[in-house]
């Protein structure tokens, strides 16, 4: 039973534009919510998070959207870079004093020069 | 600044064979993390400490132990490998139990033919 879903294995975008990556959860419980970049033979990098209350977090080219109601989130990048081109996940923090993550399956952005 | 250091980084086990995998990290953080990641299936936790002297089971902790040896060390162990276990593991330690930014390290491939 997934609890935080990427519908999206992949996606590809030209460089300069709006990069959107979503992510949908079922545990109405979780109390944070997190995006991860990871490059190839590197581990995941924390990249930006959202409290269940707020309903948008900004940090530079990279927002993310809570919608408590669909049990969805999704990380905007703009304008995307080719740098920017990584396995991105998503992950929701489970309330207690563990700190335990569950994670999506991850989807692939490619950022095209 | 080191980071999280996982050790090795390359291994290659017949089925049956056993090893441990090796984790430390130096940033005074209490909660440690075993992930795997395996494809279209995100990282799905193994084990986790939340505290030194404490372990408890992740999703997936079946053919594997651990041991938090001191606040910076939590190995992971395979007893008898088994092709199944034939996945990228990623150790991680966290300042806070609230799920805050995990701090990766840059995992171990492991092969069990």
């Known amino acids: 039973d997934q609890q935080v879903k990427q519908n999206s294995p992949s996606l590809s975008v030209q460089e300069g534009r709006i990069s959107i990556l979503n992510c949908d959860y079922t545990?109405?419980?979780?109390?944070?919510f997190l995006w991860y970049k990871k490059y190839p033979a590197e581990g995941p990098t924390f990249l930006i998070s959202?409290?269940?209350?707020?309903d948008k977090n900004e940090d530079g080219r990279f927002t993310v959207f809570l919608n408590k109601s669909a049990k969805h989130l999704s990380l905007h990048i703009v304008p995307s870079q080719p740098g920017d081109s990584a396995v991105y996940f998503c992950?929701?923090?489970?309330?207690?004093?563990?700190?335990?993550?569950?994670f999506g399956q991850g989807t692939t952005l490619q950022v095209k020069p | 600044n080191a980071g999280v250091t996982q050790t090795p980084k390359f291994q290659v086990l017949k089925t049956g064979q056993s090893m441990t995998l090796q984790c430390a990290q130096d940033?005074?953080?209490?909660?440690m993390y075993w992930y795997r990641q395996d494809p279209g299936m995100g990282l799905r936790l193994i084990y986790y400490?939340?505290?030194?002297?404490?372990?408890d089971k992740g999703e997936v902790p079946n053919g594997y132990n651990v041991s938090r040896l001191n606040k910076r060390e939590f190995s992971l162990r395979l007893e008898s490998a088994a092709p199944s276990q034939t996945s990228v593991y990623f150790c991680?330690?966290?300042?806070?139990?609230?799920?805050?930014?995990?701090?990766f390290g840059s995992g171990t491939r492991l092969t069990v033919v």
């Open positions: 959202i409290s269940s209350i707020k």
């Open positions: 940033m005074n953080h209490n909660s």
């Open positions: 545990n109405s419980m979780f109390d944070y």
């Open positions: 991680a330690s966290s300042e806070e139990g609230l799920g805050y930014g995990y701090t």
């Open positions: 400490s939340a505290s030194e002297g404490t372990t």
């Open positions: 992950a929701a923090s489970v309330p207690s004093n563990t700190g335990k993550l569950i």
